[in-house]
């Protein structure tokens, strides 16, 4: 079965840091791209960030840019989120995604995380 797996997620006051990490299991996702997303509650998921197969190809929301940092380890098979300088409003479940093509839409991606709840405190 192949599933994604998130971890890293939690409480953490304003200001504060967190890493989420994702891990396939099941197969590698190393042609893929592999994209953060996060939804909050009544809304749709929406792109957080996105790396692509070859480490390239990375892109931000605008919420994002500037606080954090997607990247992935082809070694460890992991794809990791570092999320600095947080906020209230960064609160939101958190998912990974993999799909075969790059882009920003939840729909281009086949393959997706339980999601991890992040809440930030003020």
């Known amino acids: 079965q192949v599933q994604l797996v998130e971890s890293g997620g939690g409480l953490v006051q304003a200001g504060g840091s967190l890493r989420l990490s994702c891990a396939p299991s099941?197969?590698?996702?190393?042609?893929?791209?592999m994209g953060w997303f996060r939804q909050f509650p009544g809304k749709e998921r929406e792109i957080v960030a996105r790396?692509?197969?070859?480490?390239?190809?990375?892109s931000y929301a605008d919420s994002a840019k500037g606080r954090f940092t997607i990247s992935r380890d082809h070694a460890k098979n992991t794809i990791d989120l570092q999320m600095n300088s947080l906020k209230p409003e960064d609160t939101a479940v958190y998912y990974c995604?993999?799909?075969?093509?790059?882009?920003?839409?939840?729909?281009?991606?086949?393959?997706w995380g339980q999601g991890t709840q992040v809440t930030v405190s003020s």
């Open positions: 099941g197969r590698t996702f190393n042609w893929y791209t």
């Open positions: 790396i692509g197969w070859n480490g390239g190809g990375i």
């Open positions: 995604a993999a799909g075969p093509f790059s882009g920003d839409d939840a729909l281009q991606y086949d393959y």
